[in-house]
């Protein structure tokens, strides 16, 4: 289990699954990992893997799913959620 964040000892720590598919998967190599973070929304946890430079990618391209369910960077996150970051599909 990696640890992401040492923020503020008010905020409570939660455990979550992080799943990487396509290219984010080949340019972290591995599929899945679970992290502890105090990220309260998928904004402050995009923050942080991006600040360790674990998602090479902006923003602005990616899209997000929680629970298998797609969201949105505002969308609070739970202990035990599952979260992944897509980057666009390119294809002909």
Same mark, same amino acid.
């Given at each position: *289990?990696?640890?992401?964040?040492?923020?503020?000892?008010?905020?409570?720590?939660?455990?979550?699954? !992080?799943? @990487? @598919?396509?290219?984010?998967?080949?340019?972290?190599?591995?599929?899945?990992?679970?992290? *502890?973070?105090?990220?309260?929304?998928?904004?402050? !946890?995009?923050?942080?893997?991006?600040?360790?430079? !674990?998602?090479? @990618?902006?923003?602005?391209? !990616?899209?997000?799913?929680?629970?298998?369910?797609?969201?949105?960077?505002?969308? #609070?996150?739970?202990? $035990?959620?599952? #979260? #992944?970051? *897509?980057?666009?599909?390119? $294809?002909?």
């Amino acid at each position: *289990m990696s640890k992401i964040s040492e923020t503020a000892a008010d905020k409570p720590h939660k455990e979550i699954i !992080l799943e @990487y @598919y396509g290219a984010i998967r080949e340019s972290r190599g591995i599929s899945r990992e679970s992290v *502890m973070t105090c990220a309260e929304d998928i904004d402050e !946890l995009f923050k942080e893997l991006a600040s360790q430079n !674990l998602i090479p @990618y902006p923003r602005n391209i !990616l899209s997000v799913a929680i629970n298998d369910e797609f969201g949105s960077f505002s969308s #609070v996150i739970k202990n $035990g959620d599952k #979260v #992944v970051f *897509m980057t666009p599909v390119a $294809g002909g």
